[in-house]
C-alpha cells in the first residue's frame, strides 16, 4: 500500500509568514509522529499523536509551533511567524497504535524542506 | 540526555566489499533500535528493527546486532553494491518509549 506522504515537498517562505506542513500517514496506523531535521544531523523528537490525541509535545521549540490530528488520520505541523532557525527537513512517521509493552516500527515520509528566508 | 554516535561519519568502499558500520549510546538502557538508510530527496527507510527481546535481525545481505550492555549496535553489509550507497542511520528507544533518538549517521560510498 501507499507509503506515508507529506506535502508540501518544499516550502519558501519569508520570514515572519506563518507555515502549514501536512502529513497523511499509512492507512491504519494510528500513531504518528513528527521529527525535524537540521543539515548533517539526525532527525529530532517533535511531538506524537495516538489517534486524535496529542500525546507528547515535549520536543516542540516553542510556542510558535503547534500540531493537529483532528480525525484521527491527516496531521498538520503549522509554524508561526517563522524564524531563519526554523529551516529544515520536517519529517513525520506512523505506526501501528503505540503500547507499553511492545513497540511498532516506525515508517517515514519523504519530508519537507523548509527554508525561511 | 540520550546521545548517540555513529563512526564512521563517511565511508569509502570497493564493490564487493564486506562492511562493518557503527552506533553507540551514551544510555546503554536502549530497548528497540532501528536501522534506517537515508536517500537524498527521500524518505527514511527502515532496514532492520531489533525489538526489546531480540538481538540480532538480517534481512538479505543486512545484518544488524545489538549489545544491550554496553548500549552499541553493528550494521554489516555483506558482498556492498553501488546501489547501497546512501547514509545509514541508527535510532534507539528506552523502554516504553516511542520517541526514537537518532545518531548523525554514515554515509556510505560503493565505488564501482
Known amino acids: 500500500g501507499a507509503g506515508v506522504s507529506q506535502s508540501p515537498r518544499y516550502k519558501v517562505t519569508k520570514r515572519g509568514q506563518d507555515v502549514a506542513l501536512r502529513c497523511d500517514p499509512i492507512s491504519g496506523h494510528v500513531s504518528l509522529y513528527w521529527y525535524r531535521q537540521a543539515l548533517g544531523q539526525g532527525p529530532e523528537f517533535l511531538t506524537y499523536?495516538?489517534?486524535?490525541?496529542?500525546?507528547?509535545k515535549s520536543g516542540l521549540p516553542n510556542d510558535r509551533f503547534s500540531a493537529e490530528r483532528p480525525e484521527g488520520s491527516i496531521s498538520t505541523l503549522t509554524i508561526q511567524r517563522t524564524e531563519q532557525r526554523d529551516s529544515a527537513m520536517y519529517r513525520c512517521?506512523?505506526?501501528?497504535?503505540?503500547?507499553?509493552?511492545?513497540?511498532?516500527?516506525?515508517?517515514f515520509g519523504p519530508g519537507t524542506r523548509l527554508t525561511v528566508l | 540526555k540520550q546521545e548517540v554516535t555513529q563512526i564512521p561519519a563517511a565511508l569509502s568502499v570497493p564493490e564487493g566489499e564486506n562492511l562493518v558500520l557503527n552506533c553507540s549510546f551514551t544510555?546503554?538502557?536502549?530497548?528497540?533500535l532501528q536501522w534506517f538508510r537515508q536517500d537524498p530527496g527521500k524518505g527514511l527507510t527502515s532496514l532492520l528493527l531489533?525489538?526489546?527481546?531480540?538481538r540480532e535481525q538480517t534481512s538479505g545481505r543486512l545484518n544488524a546486532s545489538l549489545d544491550k550492555s554496553s548500549g552499541r549496535s553493528t550494521l554489516y553489509i555483506a558482498a556492498s553494491q553501488p546501489g547501497d550507497s546512501a547514509t545509514y542511520l541508527c535510532?534507539?528507544?528506552?523502554?516504553?518509549?516511542?520517541?526514537?533518538?537518532f545518531g548523525k549517521g554514515t554515509k556510505l560510498s560503493v565505488i564501482p
Open positions: 499523536f495516538n489517534y486524535e490525541a496529542q500525546q507528547d
Open positions: 512517521a506512523s505506526s501501528l497504535e503505540v503500547a507499553i509493552s511492545s513497540y511498532n516500527e516506525q515508517f
Open positions: 535510532a534507539g528507544t528506552g523502554a516504553g518509549s516511542y520517541q526514537l533518538t
Open positions: 544510555d546503554s538502557a536502549i530497548y528497540n
Open positions: 531489533i525489538q526489546s527481546s531480540q
